[in-house]
């Protein structure tokens, strides 16, 4: 059962647009955090959130975890085709393993 | 510091068969996590071994299967292989185990095709 809903699945934008991926859930979770993951690659780590309402901010990249801790979201501004890859959430709940949902996978076009 | 490592990086099996893939963590790293990766289903935890001990472990049958030894490098094992399990195969490291905030760090995985 795949608790997290990401959305949309693919989106190809050209450089210099602004974006914004989606990550829902019906669960309460007590981090959520994101990573990209290039092709031939793992995951890498980009952020952690970890209170409701919070807001991180990483360069170009703003991440939004939602009041209820149920959801978040991800917006690039001014996107670069280095921001190309597959973006996932994972939701974590004390002692156990994350739950990833199936990412969003972005490609930016010079 | 070195991350961490996979080995192999690609294997082709057939139905049947088994094979068993390893994972080496960050020097110090004492959790060492599995994953399955696939288009269909997404990343998806298979078990989590912290200190030699299976803490976690996901929903796959008993033909996965896996240990830590006392070094933290870690095998996964899966038995009469099916054409569903081709996957990409990903090991994560961290120093605490789940729950503890940690950050995991990824190998670059295992790309197993099952013909």
């Known amino acids: 059962t795949q608790l997290l809903e990401q959305s949309p699945q693919f989106l190809s934008i050209q450089e210099g647009e602004n974006l914004t991926v989606y990550c829902n859930s019906s669960?309460?979770?007590?981090?959520l955090q994101w990573y990209r993951q290039e092709p031939g690659e793992g995951p890498v780590l980009l952020v952690t959130?970890?209170?409701?309402?919070e807001v991180k901010k990483l360069k170009r990249l703003t991440f939004q975890f939602g009041d209820a801790r149920k959801d978040s979201s991800l917006h690039i501004t001014a996107a670069q085709p280095g921001d190309t890859g597959l973006y996932l959430c994972?939701?974590?709940?004390?002692?156990?393993?994350?739950?990833f949902g199936k990412g969003t996978s972005l490609l930016v076009t010079p | 510091k070195a991350g961490v490592t996979q080995t192999p990086r690609y294997l082709i099996k057939t139905r049947g068969q088994q094979v068993t893939l390893s994972c080496s963590p960050i020097s110090g790293h004492r959790s060492v996590s599995w994953y399955q990766q696939t288009p269909g289903q997404g990343l998806q935890f298979l078990f989590e071994?912290?200190?030699?001990?299976?803490?976690n472990k996901g929903n796959f049958p008993g033909r996965f299967s896996g240990r830590q030894f006392s070094n933290s490098r870690s095998e996964m094992n899966v038995s009469t292989l099916e054409l569903g399990d081709s996957a990409l195969y990903l090991c994560?490291?961290?120093?605490?185990?789940?729950?503890?905030?940690?950050?995991?760090?990824f190998g670059p995985g295992t790309r197993l095709t099952v013909l």
């Open positions: 959130v970890v209170t409701g309402g």
């Open positions: 669960s309460v979770f007590s981090s």
């Open positions: 071994y912290f200190s030699e001990t299976q803490r």
């Open positions: 994972a939701g974590e709940n004390s002692g156990y393993a994350l739950n």
């Open positions: 994560a490291s961290s120093l605490a185990p789940s729950g503890a905030t940690d950050t995991q760090y």
